[in-house]
């Protein structure tokens, strides 16, 4: 029930707002807040457990060089862990965010911006790495966001996605719902690999939480 309370105070907050302004009433209002992390309960080290264990391996056996993490947040779970990367850079719409990070993380391997994934020309990197992101935005900013992720050059893409749910259906930008990219309206082949998070929100709920990855230049956009 939590989950449709928080869906139907953001469709109702933010219909009148623009998408940085939707990012930063939920940032400054800790809507997603957890307890260790402003960018949510997802983020808490619970819940990146399989994940923090299982990237530094695809970065390895990929030969990953440079990452995208995009939209980066406050970085809570990721800091976390060492990745075998040469460049990192984190991105996210919310200027406060970015802020932070700078402070506390930036370094000559480490770099933060802040940037619309939508709208904002993005760095050519090996691998981007959009987890939690795409959940939140309509059909029409989901496949606006993913032209500019093909037109930046990436090679690969870490996409999560509900692989078990049998429809996808439309939000309003910053509600949230799960998504299958392999069902329409995007149709994404199989996935190269795929990572099942272990998501033990809502009670096993959203078990099928993954992270999927691709060729972007394989992927139908």
Same mark, same amino acid.
């Given at each position: 029930?939590?989950?449709?309370?928080?869906? +139907? +105070?953001?469709?109702?907050?933010?219909?009148?707002?623009?998408?940085?302004?939707?990012?930063?009433? #939920?940032?400054?209002n800790k809507v997603w807040?957890?307890?260790?992390? @402003?960018?949510? @309960?997802?983020?808490?080290?619970?819940?990146?457990?399989?994940?923090?264990? %299982?990237?530094?391996?695809?970065?390895?056996?990929?030969?990953?060089?440079?990452?995208?993490?995009?939209?980066?947040?406050?970085?809570?779970? #990721?800091?976390?862990?060492?990745?075998?990367?040469?460049v990192y850079i984190g991105?996210? #719409? @919310?200027?406060?965010?970015?802020?932070?990070?700078?402070?506390?993380?930036?370094? %000559? &391997?480490?770099?933060?911006?802040?940037?619309?994934?939508?709208?904002?020309?993005?760095?050519? @990197?090996?691998?981007?790495?959009?987890?939690?992101?795409?959940?939140?935005?309509?059909?029409?900013?989901?496949?606006?966001?993913?032209?500019?992720?093909?037109?930046?050059?990436?090679?690969?893409?870490?996409?999560?996605?509900?692989?078990?749910?049998?429809?996808?259906?439309? =939000?309003?930008?910053?509600?949230?719902?799960?998504?299958?990219?392999?069902?329409?309206?995007?149709?994404?082949?199989?996935?190269?690999?795929? =990572?099942?998070?272990?998501?033990?929100?809502? &009670?096993?709920?959203? &078990?099928?939480?993954?992270?999927?990855?691709?060729?972007?230049?394989?992927?139908?956009?």
């Amino acid at each position: 029930m939590l989950i449709w309370c928080i869906a +139907f +105070f953001c469709g109702t907050l933010f219909c009148t707002q623009d998408n940085q302004q939707i990012f930063t009433t #939920i940032y400054q209002n800790k809507v997603w807040g957890d307890s260790a992390s @402003v960018s949510g @309960v997802g983020s808490n080290l619970e819940q990146t457990k399989v994940l923090r264990e %299982e990237l530094p391996q695809i970065l390895k056996t990929f030969n990953i060089k440079s990452m995208l993490d995009a939209p980066c947040g406050d970085c809570y779970w #990721i800091t976390k862990i060492s990745l075998p990367l040469e460049v990192y850079i984190g991105i996210d #719409i @919310v200027e406060g965010i970015i802020a932070k990070n700078k402070e506390l993380f930036e370094d %000559e &391997n480490h770099t933060y911006y802040h940037l619309d994934l939508i709208h904002d020309p993005l760095p050519k @990197v090996d691998l981007v790495l959009c987890r939690d992101c795409l959940v939140h935005f309509t059909f029409e900013q989901i496949k606006l966001a993913l032209k500019n992720l093909k037109n930046s050059g990436a090679t690969y893409l870490l996409l999560t996605t509900f692989s078990g749910k049998r429809r996808n259906y439309n =939000i309003k930008m910053g509600d949230w719902r799960p998504l299958n990219f392999q069902l329409p309206p995007f149709n994404f082949p199989e996935p190269i690999m795929e =990572i099942n998070e272990n998501n033990t929100q809502y &009670n096993k709920r959203f &078990n099928d939480k993954s992270l999927g990855l691709w060729k972007i230049e394989d992927l139908p956009i």
